[in-house]
């Protein structure tokens, strides 16, 4: 379907259903394109749009507050260092990158050390079993 948009001018509306079944919604002012050259398009770019929403969640791509351009650069460019790094990390090929970060924090927050124990008054159910 074709509608105007008065800031965009033209534009060709496509509605498509992912494999789960749910509606999905593709605006393209490439009016020739067929159908089948704009869902392709749309599906390549699923992995980057992944990719930027791990990195701003795990990495902290999104927390920079730097003034200064060469400040933003370094951030970006560490935040993508890590991302890159957090993978190698895996003790497991299936460990998530979440887990990764969380082993890690805790390694490092911690020291090496390992948790106090529990408190007296931690109830049975709270407290480790090991």
């Given at each position: 379907m074709r509608v105007y948009?008065?800031?965009y001018g033209e534009l060709r509306l496509v509605v498509t259903r992912n494999r789960h079944g749910n509606y999905e919604?593709?605006?393209?002012?490439?009016l020739g394109a067929?159908?089948?050259?704009?869902?392709?398009r749309k599906r390549s770019r699923w992995s980057v749009?992944?990719?930027?929403?791990?990195s701003?969640?795990?990495?902290?791509l999104g927390a920079c507050q730097a003034r200064v351009d060469q400040a933003m650069?370094?951030?970006?460019a560490?935040?993508?260092?890590?991302?890159?790094?957090?993978?190698?990390?895996?003790a497991k090929p299936q460990e998530s990158i979440a887990a990764v970060k969380e082993r890690w924090q805790l390694r490092v927050v911690g020291g090496g050390t390992p948790p106090p124990q529990p408190l007296r008054s931690c109830p049975p159910e709270l407290r480790p079993t090991t």
């Open positions: 948009a008065p800031s919604y593709l605006a393209t002012n490439e067929d159908l089948t050259t704009l869902v392709r749009e992944t990719i930027f929403r791990d701003k969640q795990y990495a902290g650069v370094r951030h970006v560490l935040v993508l260092v890590a991302f890159v790094v957090l993978p190698m990390l895996r």
